[in-house]
């Protein structure tokens, strides 16, 4: 089993949408999580952070944890063209003692 | 210039080589990593470092080299590439080992033929 999963995709969205990215993780001790975007054929670049149960809201982007389910969400509200990417859960494992693990990521593609 | 870099950002190289990927980063940050990204495993992490002289073994490090002997500076070098060694490879930097969202730099593509 993965430390982090995700549905490769492509998850295709029309614009306006509202986009639903998940994420699974195995160690129960994970206490950061977060989420990075990477164009194609450029760096990952981090969009939004979580640490505790609950939504966190960041613009149009909310980050949902549920610790308990070991799952991780990311969505985007009014999906845009732009928005069209790979989308990476990363998490931190073993209570912090450890670096970042990724997941293989999500494609989004947002249909204009 | 502010931030993190990587150099050379492509790299063609022979089977057998030793071939050296360069890191620099301005902010002081205590931690660097370098990662892999190959199609089908994501990023997967080769070695980090949490300050000067003070380096770690990731999931993938075998056939790698690291060093930092500066805070700044964190090389990667392949002691004898090999073809499973063509991959994008990210360096980062943070201010901690997880509380904290990883800064990447723009990657380095290299090739072994």
């Known amino acids: 089993q993965k430390e982090v999963e995700q549905n490769s995709g492509p998850l295709s969205v029309p614009e306006g949408a509202i986009a639903s990215l998940n994420c699974t993780y195995s160690d129960r001790g994970s206490q950061s999580f977060f989420w990075y975007r990477q164009y194609s054929g450029k760096s990952p670049e981090l969009i939004m952070s979580?640490?505790?149960?609950g939504d966190k809201e960041d613009g149009r982007f909310t980050a949902q944890l549920n610790k308990a389910s070991q799952y991780v969400s990311l969505l985007i509200r009014d999906s845009q063209p732009s928005d069209s990417a790979t989308y990476l859960c990363?998490?931190?494992?073993?209570?912090?003692?450890?670096?970042?693990?990724f997941g293989s990521g999500t494609r989004l593609q947002v249909q204009p | 210039d502010a931030g993190i870099t990587q150099s050379p950002r492509y790299k063609i190289t022979e089977t057998g080589r030793q071939v050296t990927l360069m890191c620099h980063q301005t902010w002081s940050h205590s931690y660097m990593f370098w990662y892999r990204q190959d199609l089908g495993h994501g990023l997967r992490l080769i070695y980090y470092s949490a300050a000067a002289d003070i380096t770690d073994k990731g999931e993938v490090p075998d056939g790698y080299v690291v060093s930092r002997s500066k805070t700044e500076n964190f090389p990667l070098t392949l002691e004898s590439a090999t073809r499973s060694q063509t991959s994008v490879y990210f360096c980062?930097?943070?201010?901690?080992?997880?509380?904290?969202?990883?800064?990447f730099g723009s990657g380095t593509r290299l090739t072994v033929v």
């Open positions: 990363a998490v931190t494992p073993d209570t912090g003692r450890r670096a970042l693990t």
């Open positions: 979580i640490y505790s149960n």
């Open positions: 980062a930097s943070s201010e901690s080992l997880g509380n904290y969202g990883y800064t």
